[in-house]
């Protein structure tokens, strides 16, 4: 049995007002300046560059969709996020000569990047192979059933942002290439 | 010895830098500006005309705005007629890049082929000579076929610029914008014409819209964005189309206001209502497809940026509406208006990109709708919006405009029907159990997430008019608003007739219960959980996902929550310890 309920209605005008948990919940973090956002992107941008250079190079294939943005993490309320990290996307439609599986050519690839200890995996539809540089992971995919390309992603950790600066970053758009 | 004669080098493939989507962005400027210059033209046409006033002056101000009027509509006609060459050019540009990606291509495999031949004609005996140079004629014969394709491609692109020049060149002048298009009549009057009624169903509109030409259906996107952007029955392409068309036209209207310091205190809300949509669009559009890694398309469904006194009325979708074999609608709850809607295009993105990741072989579109006026705000606040979370009444009108949403993206469809799930979040979960209950909307599956009631007259998942086996509820157990739905025998509603009506988590309610708790979720109760249910590589996105993907068997099933009559309310969830399921 449950008297709450007659207050239902009235909890959730307290909770809007009250900026619905917008300052985080019992799991904490400590809000880090903006500086550290900035910094990971410039270094996502600068690692998904040697990256996507290498993996065209060994496929003899040629990059596209060379770009980066600015991803919530994990809300705070109904309107906005509490943390971010950059990711750097990028496809690479192999070149007539390359074999598949992709993949299986790109280890080296990895690691020439800075990214050690290239690990295979899987997804739906095709595989994967991951490596680490510091904080930074970066993963290659291909899905032979959709077409011969490999899809490659580099990004940073989850970092907080003070809340003064949280609708910047919402709102921060990044359309350059990295490349 | 005998001589081997080499086949030629191909010729190089000539340069071209463009970005289509830039130019396409240029015809969309020229578009809304064609729609602004329309707007004076209808203005001058009709409420620019003072009837009750008569004499000399009146007469000598119709004769002067007359000219006007007419000048108006001519250039708009002008403008629109440049600016659909320039969406074609835009086509054109992608169809002669992928073109010469194809040429290099080509090329560098017959250089490849040039260099071995070569190769092997230094190493070869008198007795390899024959083969070789019959080999070297092959390849001469794909090489003199690649050059001329080369001068083909190069041809057709020296045409389409100059097709697009003379585009620009035969409107230049407003003398020659006069004679081509003056007392022209705008297809699109017509057409509207023979517009349905306002009490038309979506099938009757989908069908007039059918009936019009392709000219008269591109001439009231650009003339009337307005009479179609936001009118259930039209499909979801050209409702983009027209809305694209009105929010281009409105920043551009309402920030050169704002510029001269002349906005009224309506222009400034309704401005801050386009640039939020602005917003949304690109966070769907800068982000890119799972499986293809290519941006993700975005469609504009509703565009109101004055609905509800103010609050406005923003649908936007990651992903093609008229395509995708599976379509969801997520309706936020409380704390919601049109300024939320760079936040909502986030999660319609983060359902696009976990629906897609988990099945690659599918097509998939998500829409966050912001279409009916949910509370937003404290009593003591701005008004007494927010007081409606209290009650039921937002909800219930609410229902009514999401079930008329829903049947007109059913209507506007063709081919296979779509797999549609409407999701339901916080109060948003009230509005689909009063659209469901009181109008029996058309959707596959209904998922309740952090739902405080599905609504006082929605007693159990049958009530919801599909399947109870379709019937699906997420509710973190540290969420304190998934806690406030009725539980057990007697409660508010029983006692008091208040609240929202039943925890769709409850055993009782008869709904698949899923998992949905959070890696990152408190200890006790906490408000941040209540939020984090579309976030990436939760439990709660997984599972949406399988079920907007119609793949039920892969769904994470929890045990419900109950209400013993000699305890309180029990949540199984609350001492299982969280997963962290893949998502993208």
């Not at chain 2, 250039?75 to 002669?96: F, G, I, K, N, Y």
């Not at chain 2, 290519?294 to 990651?318: K, N, R």
């Not at chain 2, 039920?552 to 299982?576: F, N, S, T």
């Amino acid at each position: 049995m449950s008297g709450r309920s007659v207050l239902a209605g009235w909890l959730l005008v307290m909770l809007m007002v009250g900026g619905c948990g917008s300052g985080g919940d019992d799991v904490e973090a400590e809000p880090v300046d903006s500086a550290a956002l900035e910094q990971q992107r410039d270094r996502v941008r600068a690692a998904s560059a040697s990256l996507v250079t290498g993996v065209a190079d060994a496929l003899g294939g040629r990059a596209s969709q060379t770009t980066g943005r600015v991803e919530g993490c994990e809300s705070a309320s109904e309107d906005e996020l509490r943390t971010f990290r950059y990711t750097a996307t990028g496809r690479v439609d192999a070149g007539p000569g390359a074999s598949r599986p992709h993949l299986d050519a790109l280890g080296p690839v990895l690691v020439a990047a800075g990214f050690a200890d290239p690990t295979p995996g899987s997804r739906p539809g095709g595989s994967t192979l991951e490596g680490s540089s510091g904080d930074l992971t970066a993963t290659l995919s291909e899905l032979p059933g959709q077409g011969d390309y490999v899809l490659l992603s580099v990004e940073g950790p989850c970092l907080e942002v003070p809340e003064a600066d949280r609708r910047d970053w919402q709102r921060r758009t990044d359309p350059e290439s990295y490349l | 010895m005998t001589t081997i004669t080499l086949p030629p080098q191909p010729c190089a493939v000539p340069l071209l830098t463009c970005r289509p989507s830039a130019v396409r962005e240029c015809g969309g400027d020229l578009l809304a500006a064609s729609a602004q210059i329309d707007d004076l033209g209808s203005f001058v046409a009709g409420d620019a005309r003072v009837g009750d006033w008569t004499g000399r002056g009146s007469a000598r101000y119709h004769e002067t705005i007359a000219p006007i009027g007419r000048r108006a509509d001519a250039m708009s006609l002008a403008l629109r007629s440049v600016a659909t060459r320039v969406d074609a050019h835009a086509d054109e540009l992608q169809r002669l890049l992928d073109r010469r990606t194809d040429l290099e291509e080509r090329r560098s495999h017959l250089a490849g082929e040039v260099a071995r031949l070569r190769g092997e004609i230094t190493g070869a005996t008198e007795d390899d000579a024959a083969a070789l140079q019959a080999e070297c004629d092959l390849v001469r014969r794909d090489v003199e076929l690649f050059d001329a394709d080369v001068t083909t491609w190069s041809s057709d692109l020296a045409s389409e610029e100059t097709a697009m020049v003379q585009a620009f060149q035969r409107v230049q002048e407003a003398e020659a914008v006069e004679r081509i298009y003056g007392g022209v009549a705008d297809p699109a009057d017509g057409a509207l014409a023979s517009k349905p009624g306002a009490d038309a169903t979506p099938e009757e509109v989908n069908a007039w819209w059918d009936s019009l030409t392709h000219a008269q259906q591109q001439a009231i996107i650009a003339a009337a964005p307005g009479a179609i952007g936001n009118l259930d029955g039209i499909p979801a392409g050209p409702r983009n189309a027209a809305n694209t068309v009105a929010l281009d036209r409105d920043l551009a209207d309402w920030t050169h206001t704002e510029s001269l310091g002349e906005l009224t205190d309506d222009e400034r809300t309704w401005l801050e209502n386009a640039r939020a949509a602005d917003e949304a669009r690109r966070n769907i559009a800068d982000r890119v497809d799972p499986v293809t890694g290519e941006p993700i398309e975005t469609q504009i469904y509703l565009y109101d940026p004055a609905a509800f006194d103010g609050d406005g009325a923003i649908a936007i979708s990651a992903g093609n509406l008229d395509t995708a074999d599976n379509v969801a609608v997520v309706v936020p709850g409380f704390g919601t208006d049109a300024e939320s809607a760079g936040y909502q295009a986030d999660r319609a993105a983060t359902l696009y990109e976990s629906s897609r990741y988990l099945d690659p072989d599918a097509s998939n579109a998500s829409m966050f709708w912001i279409g009916y006026d949910a509370p937003d705000n404290a009593p003591w606040d701005e008004g007494f919006d927010g007081a409606g979370v209290v009650t039921e009444s937002m909800a219930t009108a609410g229902g009514e405009h999401l079930a008329d949403t829903i049947d007109g993206l059913r209507a506007s469809r063709d081919g296979e029907p779509a797999h549609v799930t409407a999701i339901g979040h916080s109060y948003g979960s009230t509005t689909t159990g009063h659209a469901a209950h009181d109008h029996g909307i058309e959707v596959d599956e209904i998922v309740f997430v952090g739902s405080p009631g599905v609504g006082g007259d929605t007693n159990d998942a049958g009530d919801t008019g599909i399947d109870p086996e379709h019937v699906w509820a997420g509710a973190n157990s540290r969420d304190p608003i998934a806690d406030l739905g009725n539980h057990g025998w007697v409660h508010g509603e029983t006692v008091l007739g208040a609240g929202l009506g039943d925890d769709p988590a409850e055993d009782e309610f008869g709904a698949n219960r899923f998992e949905a708790e959070s890696e990152t979720r408190g200890g006790a109760f906490s408000f941040g959980d209540h939020s984090k249910y579309f976030d990436h590589d939760t439990e709660s996105l997984h599972n949406i996902s399988q079920i907007v993907n119609g793949n039920d068997d892969a769904v994470e099933h929890a045990d419900h929550v109950y209400d013993p009559w000699y305890d309180g309310v029990q949540d199984p969830e609350h001492d299982r310890d969280p997963t962290t399921p893949a998502t993208r």
